[in-house]
């Protein structure tokens, strides 16, 4: 298997450039399929995430073409000849799910493979289930696939128990060609999902008020092409700024878009990182000794939970003890145990993780356990002593494209070791 192998790094500099955000963009390539005419999306970063997306909607028919060089894809699902996604496709991707509101709205019928849970939590699909129910869908459960079905989709009054960011997306990609309104209460309010709802408007749909708690959509008869760049990674940006944080460095984010930043920049600044906008970039410096934060992720605009394996990196050798609430996911502290490995003191508690910062991390071999928790390990390894591998890596670059590329670039002693 490959796997990377940091040197402790003294000190990082320079610029990274942001790519088009992961959670955004899979959504996105999933909305195409609401329309026969062409989409051009830009901004289209080269993850694995990306290229299975890409091969689900070739599996059911769309034309798809991806210029990874221009990081364009264009999408023609003129014809959809089945709306059936295949089990070995679709198990290496769980937002593959998110093509079961747009089958829906454009076939009337949709078979998805059940999505597993991951190492973070169970991953239940129940509130999209809820959604495309009260829309008029019948939805059942057989062999490990869910199949859905509707004559028609009528816009309802949908309640969410939990704002998830998922069953936001399918049910409102679901009902955008829906008959009269619907209203989703206690929707989801992340960037990604005002992203998805701007590219669905312009194709042609008619969804208001995205971004906040409640969003309305008028279900429009059909939906035409469009064009659309994918906003910047956030998480990706918070990963750059963590690593500036934990190995005292000046460095700049560029391409970055500063108000999707306001819980990573308050987080730092309690941890004596400073950061300020200069010339169209997000410049990070340290102010003085890293200081212990406690932190407690939730729904955004709160500190997001893909940002706290990383920012446990930054306490585990703050100046302090730190408390980290994990409130969104159950199981989202695979990587204490491998921090601890290099020389961490972190106690977990079932949601609850106390870091009590140390002098020293020291470079051994690690495993990355999920894609966010191998970024916190690659973050760890710049600031521990000596050398730090680490392993199955196919996690980390799902997630982060380039990532071996960008942190060379900032002057990181990282090569990746194919094995
Ligand atoms: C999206 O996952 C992101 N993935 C996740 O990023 C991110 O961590 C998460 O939102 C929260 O921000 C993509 O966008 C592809 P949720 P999603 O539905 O939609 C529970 C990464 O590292 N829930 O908001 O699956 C669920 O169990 C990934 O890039 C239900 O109970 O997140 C969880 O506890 C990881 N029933 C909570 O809601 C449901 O039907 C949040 O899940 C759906 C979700």
């Known amino acids: 298997m490959s796997k990377y192998i940091i040197k402790k790094c003294p000190r990082l500099e320079g610029q990274v450039e942001i790519s088009g955000a992961k959670n955004a963009v899979l959504p996105i390539l999933a909305a195409c399929i609401l329309t026969e005419k062409e989409c051009v999306i830009n901004s289209v970063p080269p993850l694995a995430d990306v290229f299975v997306m890409l091969e689900i909607l070739k599996s059911l028919g769309a034309e798809v073409s991806y210029d990874q060089s221009a990081k364009k894809a264009k999408i023609?699902?003129?014809?959809?000849?089945?709306?059936?996604?295949?089990?070995?496709?679709?198990?290496?991707?769980?937002?593959?799910?998110?093509?079961?509101?747009?089958?829906?709205?454009?076939?009337?019928?949709?078979?998805?493979?059940?999505?597993?849970?991951?190492?973070?939590?169970?991953?239940?699909?129940?509130?999209?289930?809820?959604?495309f129910t009260e829309l008029g869908a019948k939805t059942r459960q057989l062999h490990g696939?869910?199949?859905a079905r509707c004559h028609k989709l009528t816009g309802e009054h949908i309640h969410l128990d939990f704002p998830s960011v998922g069953a936001t997306e399918n049910i409102m990609m679901a009902a955008v060609m829906a008959e009269g309104v619907t209203v989703i209460e206690n929707a989801a309010v992340e960037p990604e999902i005002v992203d998805l709802a701007e590219f669905l408007n312009k194709m042609g749909a008619k969804i208001s008020d995205y971004g906040t708690n409640t969003i309305t959509i008028k279900g429009v008869k059909s939906l035409k092409g469009a064009r659309h760049t994918v906003i910047p990674d956030r998480i990706e940006a918070g990963t750059f700024m963590a690593a500036a944080a934990i190995t005292g460095s000046e460095i700049t984010i560029k391409n970055a878009d500063i108000d999707h930043l306001g819980a990573i920049t308050a987080k730092l600044k309690e941890a004596n990182v400073e950061t300020e906008v200069i010339n169209g970039g997000l410049k990070v410096y340290p102010k003085g000794e890293l200081t212990a934060f406690d932190l407690k992720t939730m729904p955004y605009p709160g500190f997001p939970t893909d940002l706290q394996a990383v920012f446990m990196s930054l306490d585990a050798v703050a100046k302090g003890t730190g408390v980290i609430t994990e409130t969104v996911f159950e199981n989202r502290f695979l990587q204490a145990g491998e921090l601890n490995r290099m020389g961490a003191d972190i106690k977990t508690d079932g949601r609850t993780a106390v870091v009590d910062g140390v002098k020293k991390l020291m470079g051994t071999q690690v495993k990355a356990t999920d894609l966010r928790a191998g970024a916190a390990l690659i973050v760890a390894a710049l600031k521990a002593e000596g050398e730090t591998e680490i392993g199955d890596i196919y996690h980390i670059e799902r997630g982060y494209c380039s990532i071996v590329e960008k942190f060379k670039g900032l002057g990181a002693q990282i090569i990746r070791v194919e094995e």
């Open 145 to 147: 696939f869910i199949e």
């Open 76 to 131: 023609k699902a003129e014809r959809i000849l089945r709306a059936k996604e295949e089990y070995d496709l679709a198990g290496k991707l769980r937002a593959s799910f998110l093509i079961m509101g747009p089958l829906l709205a454009r076939k009337g019928r949709a078979k998805i493979p059940l999505p597993g849970g991951c190492q973070i939590g169970t991953r239940p699909v129940d509130l999209h289930l809820k959604g």
